[in-house]
DNA sequence: AGTGTGTCCTGTGTGC
DNA sequence: TGCACACAGGACACAC
């Protein structure tokens, strides 16, 4: 499930693994995800030594040495599993047309100088992998446009309010646009919305002023109980499978279609509608 | 320019 | 039990 927090824990996962370590063997197992890999993808990637694992909104930025830099989208179904060195493979024995031992939606397997095993699984392969080349960050085209940090200063009710000034869309679809803010998913923006006491069908351009403080507020909060979740649920954020960030959690609106609204002194039961395409979530009663 | 819709892919859960 | 269908955490390429 990865939308900011989950993406933020595996990549306080995978530092540990990585970081001042040389990748010395990488095993591309198809030649695409949701884009195909970019040339020169294993030859640049093997003997590299990786300097930090970085986040920016959903996308795992891992710096190499000679300032290369490999990025990493989990998409819809995406994620890493870790074995350390000196362990068996968790993988199941299956079709074997590389040096590693792969299950089933196993695309890239990489292996650190120490013997570590990273795996990256995909069922849907809705993810992608690039590489950016030193000092281009900014011209990447994933990367430029996005929206500041959610988490970040950079993110106030100000920058918000002038954000979704004139924009004639429900707040709901203002938030998945990754231009206005960063890293937030279907998930939290649910969760936000409840917690702001704000409809999701709300015009964007009527949020300002105090609604602006208050989900500002309620995005901040959110994202941030779910990475602590995700950090104090998971010792070093690695489940005994070796599966890194994801993590139990309990939504108060998301999912919970028919169920009684849980804000204190409100009875109101929480409703589904679909926008963008996607489920949304939320009590009809107390968020206006 | 800004906004809404369809699409990529596979697996799972539900209802008949 | 078998089958059809809806739906799933994201982002892009379009049409309007």
């Known amino acids: 499930m990865p939308e900011l927090p989950e993406v933020e824990t595996v990549c306080r ?32 990637l093997t003997g590299a030594m990786v300097t930090a694992v970085d986040r920016r909104a959903k996308y795992i930025l891992i710096r190499l040495s000679d300032g290369w830099t490999w ?9 890493f599993t870790i074995t350390p060195g000196g362990r068996a493979s968790s993988g199941q024995a299956g079709h074997n047309s590389g040096w590693a031992l792969a ?22 392969r809705f ?20 929206g500041p940090e959610p988490l970040s200063d950079d993110f106030t ?3 918000f309010s002038s954000a979704l000034a004139g924009k004639r869309t429900p707040i709901k679809a203002a938030l ?22 704000i409809s999701p069908r709300r015009l964007a351009a009527s ?46 609106a998301y999912d919970r279609e028919g169920s009684a609204c849980r804000r204190d002194g409100c009875d109101g039961v929480i409703r ?10 939320f009590c009809p009663k107390h968020q206006r």
């Not at 089933?104 to 650190?112: F, K, L, N, Q, Y």
């Not at 993810?127 to 996005?146: Q, T, V, W, Y």
């Open 127 to 146: 993810g992608f992998m690039d590489l950016i080349p030193p000092g281009d960050e900014a011209g990447n085209k994933h990367l430029s446009g996005l």
């Open 71 to 79: 990025l990493v989208h989990l998409g819809m179904s995406g994620r």
């Open 207 to 252: 949020v300002n002023g105090k609604r602006a403080e208050r989900l500002v507020g309620a995005v901040k909060d959110v994202l941030a109980a779910a990475i602590d979740a995700g950090g104090s649920s998971l010792r070093d954020y690695v489940q005994a499978t070796g599966e890194l960030g994801y993590f139990q959690h309990s939504w108060d």
């Open 13 to 44: 996962g995978l530092a540990p693994m990585l970081v001042g370590r040389r990748l010395s063997r990488i095993d591309q197992r198809r030649p695409d995800l949701r884009f195909p890999f970019p040339p020169g993808f294993v030859d640049r």
């Open 272 to 281: 589904r509608i679909v926008q963008s395409g996607r489920s949304t979530y």
């Open 176 to 197: 998945l646009d990754q231009r206005v803010v960063a890293g937030l998913g279907n998930i939290y923006i649910c969760e936000a919305l409840w917690r702001s006491g």
């Open 157 to 159: 009710a100000e920058y």
């Open 103 to 124: 299950a089933p939606h196993d695309h890239v397997i990489a292996e650190t100088d120490d013997g570590a095993r990273i795996v990256y699984n995909d069922v849907r």
